[in-house]
């Protein structure tokens, strides 16, 4: 397994977070990377991450089974794909530097949208042509650092879905991307017997946060729950982008 210590001082919470947040509140794996990729390299931690999320989706469509939105799902699913295909065959010509700078820019350029005013955004929910863009974005992102969440979000949250298939959409969403990456990471060169190990030992506290999320659905603050997660990826955008910069500008 990987040994350094302060991986598992980032890892271990950022797992369980990801879990209570897919259980909860449908979120995706957008802090768990980048706090990974403070202490090993963002590839390596990406594909620490995939068998942990694998199996976190498994639990959480077993909760929301039928919730999702099967009309929603037909335009999403197959742009995520897409998506998915496109970051496979550009992943090798992204330098370790430049996916630190794309993880940054995603964290920030997530919480800086998060805090929009969405009353600007207008009432109209957003055509099909919107879910396929942000959609495929998604795929790409996802594909990358497992940080789709933000893109998609951008399409799912104006059309005020009831939170159940709200949960349920952002969770099928997810698992098909997950399950699409397999080969693609196998065909990388992405998995090996150090992080399989690594992934054994996490996957089970992502498994539990499922659970737990689910269990505190109806008994936390979804804005504080929020407020902590945000301001962790706050920090870690920021550092991995000035880290990124630093390394491809000197």
């Not at 863009?133 to 497992?146: A, E, I, K, Q, R």
């Not at 992080?195 to 936390?220: D, E, F, K, N, S």
Request: hydrophobic share 60%; charged share 10%.
């Amino acid at each position: 397994m990987i040994a350094d210590p302060w991986f598992w001082a980032l890892a271990l919470p950022a797992v369980a977070l990801t879990g209570i947040s897919k259980g909860a509140l449908g979120g995706g794996a957008a802090i768990a990377v980048p706090l990974m990729a403070l202490a090993i390299p963002p590839a390596q931690a990406a594909a620490v991450m995939l068998p942990a999320l694998c199996l976190m989706d498994l639990a959480g469509i077993r909760a929301y089974l039928g919730k999702w939105d099967a009309r929603i799902m037909r335009i999403i699913v197959p742009a995520g794909l897409a998506g998915c295909v496109i970051g496979a065959l550009t992943f090798r010509h992204l330098s370790e530097h430049w996916i630190r700078i794309l993880l940054g820019v995603i964290s920030l350029g997530f919480l800086a949208w998060s805090y929009y005013p969405k009353k600007r955004l207008g009432e109209k929910p957003p055509p099909a042509a919107a879910g396929w863009f942000w959609g495929t974005l998604s795929g790409f992102t996802s594909f990358v650092t497992h940080a789709g969440g933000p893109p998609i979000l951008v399409y799912l949250l104006p059309l005020r879905l009831e939170k159940a298939a709200f949960v349920a959409t952002s969770l099928v969403f997810f698992a098909a991307l997950n399950y699409a990456k397999i080969v693609p990471y196998l065909w990388l060169g992405l998995f090996d017997a150090r992080v399989l190990a690594t992934a054994a030992v996490l996957a089970p506290l992502g498994v539990g946060g499922i659970y737990a999320g689910l269990w505190l659905q109806r008994r936390i603050d979804a804005r504080a729950f929020y407020r902590a997660v945000h301001a962790l990826l706050l920090v870690a955008g920021a550092k991995l982008l000035y880290d990124g910069l630093s390394a491809v500008l000197s």
